[in-house]
């Protein structure tokens, strides 16, 4: 019944009380002791919002959310492009779509693994490369490596251009 006397007061209330700050030091030309307002006044070493490991505030980041942080253009292109491979993984923040193994119809004998990485936020040729493996049969269940011809790799990075203009096109478009 003590503690409820006391009378509850906020955080900020408390943040303004001087002395709230650790340590000793003096504010002002009153000398008066530190609050927790004056430090989060001043800023920090690592900005004004002090280093937030595992996501800090949401009421901060009520305008803008975390979205995808390479071009959507180019992420949806290489996702229209892969969609024939069994998809193995995809990271939209780190831009990487990993497929997996493929053997097209027409020769069952060989393989294919496609990883497709975005580099950035612009629509740009030098934003996408497209690594491709590719693998042959020696034996029952049994594949080894193979050469991947360079005008493939190019086919491919032009294929998700051409389809990532496409849906700019179609944006603008839209609008």
Sequence with gaps: MLLAACGAGTQSEYDSYPGSAPGDKRVGTTGRSQTIADQKKEGTLFGPDGFNFLGGDESKNQGGGT???????????????????????????????????????????????????????????????VAVFRQVRVGTDQWADAVVEPSTITAMEDSILTRARQLRIDSATAQ
Excluded: H, Q
């Design 67 to 129: 979205g995808i942080g390479v071009n959507s253009f180019l992420w949806r292109a290489s996702l229209d492009t892969l969609s024939f491979m069994p998809l193995n993984s995809a990271d939209p923040f780190g831009g990487v779509i990993i497929t997996d193994w493929y053997s097209p119809p027409e020769t069952p004998n060989e393989r294919f693994k496609i990883t497709g990485y975005i580099l950035g936020t612009a629509l740009r040729s030098d934003a996408i490369k």
